[in-house]
């Protein structure tokens, strides 16, 4: 049966989309189906890193929210454009959808004036998940609490919150915590990204466990190679040996696990 | 409101009430933790029978038809009686329209 892992944080700037995108890769490469929809409708962005911009699709989430196509529709088949640092193509064993959303201004105003149903964007997760025949789908949400948030969060088997080592996202992951249990989100595990390196990762990690009561299941230090490939692709295909990717392989063997 | 005798199988309700719902997700977050975690549920299983929510709750089907009378009157839930059994939906909507003016909608069409 799928997964349906909903990756969240809930401050902009965490890094969700880069993390969101090199996890679900790394879960495909073990041979896995996989799906990312981007239900971030406000501010989309995660076609970037798989080198998609706007030209590169005809139907988008919002088509599909507004019953111009099926949900099928919407999904691209992006492994092949899964490319390494040196510009070849990755050889993914699996393979990766991407359910983008419209980057056009007008239809991103209409979602929000219009407003859409919410069992229809449950029922598209689940016409993706059977017509594609997918291990995993993901979700990557808009940062913090929204309706569309909300909704991701209550049809998740796996809530993944992304926080960065500051005051503000320690704050605001409680918040996303309290509701994420009011929601009966079966699993959560929390991802520590861009933490500066004086941080020891042990004393780190146990910090937030702590505070939270709720497991870590990555620590991302900050680098500079992720800075200079600045979304120009999936890191870990980039950067195989980097701890970054060692780190992304770590989080996906636990999703993998959780099967 | 008058419930069927124990262990009858009790009758759905025809239509929900008028103006009621659609309900947001934040509506949904300030249910009472019983009729929330129903309607989760709900909404993770995209809709259910009454004997499947007795099943899942563990309690009588009148007990049952009691919690979704009091959701589908207060917009929650609905309930589609094409189906058979008849089938409880969550009643949901992403959000309720923008009172934005129209000028600033029109500007960004």
């Not at chain 1, 009011?182 to 520590?192: A, E, G, N, Q, S």
């Not at chain 1, 990690?205 to 505070?211: C, E, F, P, T």
């Not at chain 1, 800075?227 to 993998?256: C, K, M, Y």
Request: hydrophobic residues 40%; proline residues 6%; glycine residues 8%.
């Amino acid at each position: 049966m799928a997964q349906v892992i909903s990756i969240h944080s809930f401050r902009g700037g965490t890094g969700k989309s880069n993390l969101t995108a090199n996890i679900a890769t790394a879960v495909a490469s073990q041979g896995k189906r996989v799906a990312i929809v981007d239900t971030d409708i406000q501010s989309p962005g995660i076609h970037v890193l798989f080198g998609l911009d706007e030209e590169d699709f005809t139907h988008s989430l919002n088509d599909y929210l507004w019953d111009k196509c099926s949900a099928k529709d919407a999904a691209y088949d992006v492994t092949a454009q899964v490319i390494t640092g040196s510009g070849t193509p990755a050889n993914i064993s699996g393979t990766v959808y991407l359910v983008p959303s419209s980057l056009k201004a007008g239809e991103i105003a209409k979602i929000l004036r219009e407003g859409y149903d919410v069992g229809l964007l449950n029922d598209g997760f689940h016409d993706l998940i059977d017509q594609l025949d997918l291990d995993y789908l993901f979700i990557d949400t808009h940062p913090g609490l929204n309706e569309e948030t909300l909704l991701s969060i209550a049809i998740s088997d796996r809530m993944v919150i992304i926080l960065r080592p500051d005051r503000q996202d320690f704050l605001g992951t409680a918040v996303t915590l309290e509701v994420a249990q009011k929601l009966d989100v079966p699993d959560i595990t929390l991802l520590v990204n861009k933490a500066p390196d004086i941080y020891p990762r042990e004393t780190l990690i146990d910090k937030v466990q702590s505070q939270y009561g709720v497991p870590v299941g990555g620590l991302f230090y900050e680098n500079d190679e992720m800075l200079q490939l600045a979304s120009g692709g999936i890191f870990w295909l980039h950067h195989p040996d980097h701890a970054f990717s060692q780190e992304v392989h770590t989080v996906a063997r636990q999703l993998l696990a959780a099967e | 409101m008058s419930h069927p005798a124990h262990g009858d199988p009790p009758a759905p309700r025809q239509q929900q009430s008028a103006g009621a719902g659609p309900k947001t997700m934040t509506d949904l977050l300030l249910l009472a933790d019983p009729e929330r975690t129903l309607v989760n549920w709900l909404v993770r299983q995209r809709g259910a029978s009454i004997a499947e929510i007795a099943v899942h709750l563990g309690t009588e089907p009148t007990l049952v038809q009691a919690l979704l009378d009091d959701l589908i009157a207060a917009g929650f839930v609905t309930v589609d009686l094409t189906s058979d059994p008849a089938v409880f939906k969550p009643n949901l909507i992403s959000r309720k329209p923008r009172t934005v003016p129209d000028q600033l909608w029109k500007a960004l069409d």
